[in-house]
């Protein structure tokens, strides 16, 4: 479902960042490391400090 909200949203015009994480369940098991927010965290962290950053940028 969430590939064709991405793929809708581009037939508009809309900038979309989507990504995939394969192999990489929604859950994080005790003593495993399968979670998406496991996997994708790198890339999580990176998108706030670029909110952050593009946010001290406007504050001036």
Request: hydrophobic residues 35%.
């Amino acid at each position: 479902m969430t590939d064709e909200v991405a793929r809708a949203l581009r037939r508009t015009g809309c900038a979309v960042d989507y990504r995939t994480y394969p192999g990489l369940e929604h859950d994080t098991y005790p003593g495993q490391t399968v979670g998406i927010d496991d996997g994708a965290m790198p890339d999580i962290l990176d998108w706030v400090a670029g909110r952050f950053a593009a946010g001290r940028d406007t504050a001036k």
